[in-house]
């Protein structure tokens, strides 16, 4: 079983995408140990397409999608914020989220300087 995973960052202080939103995106072990697997980075569109994650050595290239189990995406929003020139509350966002099966998980997050919000996308 394997899923794919991307993400969209919309802005919702300035009306736009956030683009250039550095994203990490990690699996959570059975004993709470967090692995980083791949990096990325929102682009123009504030988005994170499933090609673009930049997997690390722990993994194979055909391992690149994402087996059942506990994941976290993390969002640099601390950067993202000191580019815009604004004061943020919160300086990262995690989502902590399951991958129960071989679907495409799509996870928005609509950000602001002092707060966000995040469902499961289609």
Known sequence: MSATLSSHILDTHLGKPA???AVTLHRITDSGEAVLLANGSTN???????DSWQFGSTLNSSESDL???RYT??????SYFDTQQITAFYPQ???DFMVRDAHHYHIPLLLSAHGYS?????
């Open 19 to 21: 683009a250039d939103v």
């Open 44 to 50: 123009a569109d504030g988005r994170v397409s499933p």
């Open 67 to 69: 087996s059942h189990g």
């Open 73 to 78: 995406l993390t969002f640099d929003t601390q």
């Open 93 to 95: 966002v995690i989502i």
């Open 118 to 122: 995040t469902y499961r996308g289609s």
